[in-house]
């Protein structure tokens, strides 16, 4: 058995940077400026899609490393062996190199495949995860071994990976509004409704996760006391005011807003994207996306004079 590599990690990371048997790959899904989603190291994944243009939600993948499939027993021998890509470490310690091929040679000839750790550094487990594994795990044909790559988790890892668009809040009235005034409350700058990340591992496996915008949330940054929402008819992404239209998405607020922080009320959108694995059934959906969107609100009151 080859000692788990929490103990020596430094020296773990030494060596998979050296020898491409570790994968020796980082995918980099995150932006700056914006939620981190995922950093693949040492992986094979090849992320497609949505994964830039907008944003992502911290989606935080179950077990943040991995075994991926890596090469047969004859190819491991050959990588592992070849003089010419270990001549330092056959320098340095011939008699200890030795040592260190024969696991792969001992497996030549055996049906099966390699498997290497991965794990994605955009978690703070990541790096901990990862020097918890074995370095390389001989599995036979046809088996995933514990803490495997599966479909599942590879569609977990493309959530991570998705981002949405981060839309704009539009009003009507657009600069200020007024006690019982409806205030229509709309998002500009969706763009396409439907986003979607594709997780693959080439000749291996593939899966493909799709999210859909549903609707939005309002929250007028009041209690009931103060605001009255409307948003049964806010359809997915809220309804831009129409002159003589029927109020059926925003807020109404009850009290003006100078008692408040910086004279307004804070009114936030949440954006709600479900999310499904492509071709798989609905119970096989992830956590939806959601994005929010705030900005302030000031809201006064119409002052009349009476003549007698």
Do not use: H
């Amino acid at each position: 058995m080859i000692r788990p590599l929490l103990s020596v990690l430094a020296a773990g990371l030494l060596l998979l940077q050296n020898d491409p048997g570790g994968g020796g790959t980082q995918v980099d899904a995150s932006q700056k400026g914006r939620t981190t989603s995922v950093r693949l190291t040492f992986s094979q994944i090849k992320l497609s899609g949505d994964v830039k243009g907008g944003r992502g939600d911290g989606y935080r993948i179950k077990s943040p490393c991995w075994y991926e499939p890596f090469l047969n027993a004859e190819d491991m021998f050959k990588l592992k062996s070849d003089p010419r890509g270990n001549a330092s470490r056959i320098i340095a310690d011939e008699r200890g190199f030795l040592e260190y091929i024969q696991q792969f040679k001992d497996k030549v000839g055996q049906p099966g495949l390699w498997w290497v750790p991965a794990y994605d550094a955009g978690d703070p487990q990541g790096p901990a995860c990862w020097g918890g594994l074995e370095l390389f795990v001989f599995v036979p044909p046809n088996t995933t071994p514990p803490s495997g790559i599966t479909v599942q988790r590879l569609a977990e890892i493309a959530r991570a990976a998705l981002t949405v668009p981060e839309p704009t809040v539009k009003l009507n009235p657009e600069d200020k509004s007024f006690v019982n005034l409806p205030t229509w409350v709309w998002l500009e700058g969706v763009g396409r409704p439907r986003r979607s990340v594709t997780a693959t591992i080439p000749g291996v496996m593939s899966v493909t996760v799709v999210a859909t915008l549903k609707g939005i949330t309002i929250d007028p940054g009041a209690g009931s006391d103060r605001a009255e929402v409307r948003q049964d008819g806010c359809g997915a992404s809220g309804k831009p005011y129409v002159k003589g239209g029927q109020f059926t998405c925003g807020v109404r607020y009850l009290r003006a807003s100078l008692d408040q922080p910086r004279t307004s009320y804070r009114l936030t959108v949440t954006s709600e994207w479900p999310v499904e694995i492509a071709g798989q059934a609905a119970q096989a959906q992830l956590a939806p996306v959601r994005v929010q969107t705030t900005r302030d609100v000031q809201v006064g009151e119409i002052q009349s004079n009476v003549k007698p």
